[in-house]
């Protein structure tokens, strides 16, 4: 603090020294006896005292005089009033202020002359007014303080895929499981058509900035992406939405998505590749395991052997190899189904069956034809055919008497299906007698007067049901008069072919009538004819 300012004197005193000036010098006290030259050296530079004799300050350090020291000549171009020095960051996004102290008995600056120094250089945004406080306060010396902070621009996001759909994920294992199935785990990922692949996240423009001195920096906005696609998909009209455009499986190459109808494997099914449930046509290059399951909404067509699996397509199958059940071995097409061979197997086809080779010990059936023929060794024998239409063989039975069942004139899942109508419309048919019972009592209660509110809604409640019923009966009872048509179509047509030899053991059966084969026939044909099973030739 200030003791003493007259005549051109000056005295600054604090807790462990002293320091005066007057028209012969500089002068400087100690008042404690454990100040140091480090200390005092500090305490000169926060006074303003810049010019100093140094062998007179370390000889004051030594002895540590109460008396006054001279340290220096007066100078009165040192005796200036303190320096405000602001300086701006290159980016201007930033202003700092130092002060370079005044002579010891000028006055600090304020917070007023800190800001009139500030707006000197045009510093006028961001201004930290708690910084400036500090600064004046603890009177800082050359100490640079940052006053004053810019706002950043913020740039924008920049527009980003989100998958939906991920082709590169890994097969899941419940590792938690005691035993891991691994047939379960498929490399390959289906997608159904319109199911969303991934979504476009748009960019946004991003948040201008301002620099201390006002200046307005401009954002840059984020950058746009488009969807990396080739074949397969549909993208919405405003461009942020990718759906397939066809049923299929989802692969990545060269960083690009694509949707497959077909599905090609290289090998064979079997641990590497696990089962296959793909909605499209596959291919397999190898064969399929024992165990394993192919399912396919296409075509699936295999170049070698089924072994013991479950190979199943809403349209065609072709085996070229064959099949070799092994009693586990399940065929099931929508569409025809075609095979080198089939043993020990059990085969369904909407359509037609053609095996060019043998089928033996197996459970065959189509709605339409059964045709073995093609190959030197084109045979039917043991387990039980059946057709819609017609049996076609080159050689029916074994020479061992190998009981060996054809059934003609019914398609399976026809008979199944009028089966199943059948029950349904018994009991559509009795459920509607036992509501218009109820109704019946109901009606007469009301008439009466004596219906109450529960009543009431029950009545309404099974009159609804009736229609109901009603309107399904007459659906069911339409549909059954189609199938019952059709199956007299059949039966019209219903004939077994055997082009060489008809061993014994084999059992024909027509529109529910059987012939059992008990000597061997040659070139033959079996049909209905005025209400049995007779043989005819292979042409008629």
């Known amino acids: 603090m200030i ?14 020294l002293k320091i005066e000036a007057d028209s012969k010098g500089v002068w400087i006290s100690a008042l404690a006896d454990d100040v140091t030259l480090p200390a005092i050296v500090a305490f000169l530079r926060a006074k303003g005292v810049r010019k100093y004799d140094a062998k007179a300050v370390e000889e004051f350090a030594k002895q540590k005089n109460r008396a006054p020291q001279k340290i220096a000549e007066r100078d009165d171009t040192e005796e200036k009033d303190a320096l405000i020095v602001v300086q701006l960051s290159k980016d201007s996004m930033s202003a700092s202020v130092s002060v370079e102290p005044p002579f010891f008995a000028k006055p600090w600056p304020g917070k007023t002359e800190i800001k009139e120094a500030l707006a000197r250089k045009n510093v006028v945004f961001g201004i930290d007014e708690e910084a400036i406080e500090k600064l004046v306060n603890l009177k800082l010396v050359d100490e640079p303080v940052v006053v004053a902070q810019g706002v950043p621009p913020q740039s924008g996001q920049n527009a980003w895929i989100e998958e939906l759909v991920n082709p590169d994920r890994a097969p899941e294992v419940d590792l938690d499981a005691q035993k891991i199935d691994y047939r379960t785990r498929s490399m390959f990922v ?10 476009k996240h748009v960019a946004t423009a991003g948040e201008d900035g301002k620099s201390v001195l006002g200046t307005t920096i401009q954002a840059a906005a984020g950058k746009d992406v488009a969807f990396s696609i080739g074949s397969g998909f549909n ?26 109808p077909e599905l090609e494997v290289k090998g064979d099914v079997d ?15 190898g064969a399929v395991r024992e165990g394993f399951q192919v399912v396919a909404s296409g075509n699936i067509e295999i170049k070698e052997m089924v072994e ?26 929508g569409g025809k189904i075609t095979a080198g061979f089939v043993d020990q197997a059990y085969i369904r086809s909407r359509a037609d069956i053609e095996i060019k080779n043998s089928v033996f010990h197996s459970d065959v059936a189509a709605q339409n034809n059964v045709t073995v023929m093609g190959g030197q060794k084109s045979q039917i024998a043991g387990g039980k ?33 009028r089966k199943e109508l059948q029950t349904l419309i018994a009991q559509h048919s009795d459920n509607i007698d036992k509501l218009e019972a109820s109704l019946g009592f109901l ?77 061997p026939f040659k070139y033959a044909s079996f049909v209905f004819d005025d209400g049995e099973v007779r043989l005819r030739s292979f042409d008629s």
Do not use: W
């Not at 064959?322 to 009693?327: A, D, E, L, S, Y």
């Not at 076609?392 to 299906?417: D, F, N, Q």
């Open 308 to 333: 013991g699996a479950h190979v199943e397509s809403a349209s065609d199958i072709v085996i070229v190899g064959g099949v070799r059940g092994m009693n586990k071995g399940r065929i099931i097409a």
């Open 443 to 519: 009606k007469k209660q009301d008439l009466a007067g004596a219906l109450d509110e529960g009543k009431r809604s029950v009545m309404v409640t099974a009159t609804k049901s009736k229609f109901q019923l009603q309107s399904a009966l007459k659906a069911m009872n339409n549909e059954l008069k189609e199938i019952e048509d059709r199956l007299e179509l059949t039966k019209a047509k219903a004939v077994v072919r055997v082009k060489d030899v008809c061993h014994p053991g084999v059992i024909v059966t027509i529109r529910g009538f059987a012939y059992v084969v008990r000597e």
């Open 3 to 16: 003791d003493e300012a007259e005549r051109g004197k000056a005295i600054v005193t604090e807790e462990r």
């Open 235 to 260: 993208v919405s009209e405003d461009g942020l939405l990718l759906t397939a455009a066809i049923d299929g499986r989802i692969q990545r190459k060269d960083k690009k998505l694509s949707v497959l």
């Open 190 to 199: 289906n997608v159904r058509q319109g199911e969303k692949i991934a979504v």
């Open 385 to 417: 055919i059946q057709a819609g239409v017609a049996v076609i063989c080159h050689t029916l039975g074994s020479e061992m008497g190998t009981k060996t069942e054809v059934i003609v004139g019914v398609p399976p899942e026809l008979a199944e299906r």
């Open 271 to 285: 641990f590497g590749v696990g089962n296959i449930n793909f909605t499209g046509s596959v291919k397999i290059l």
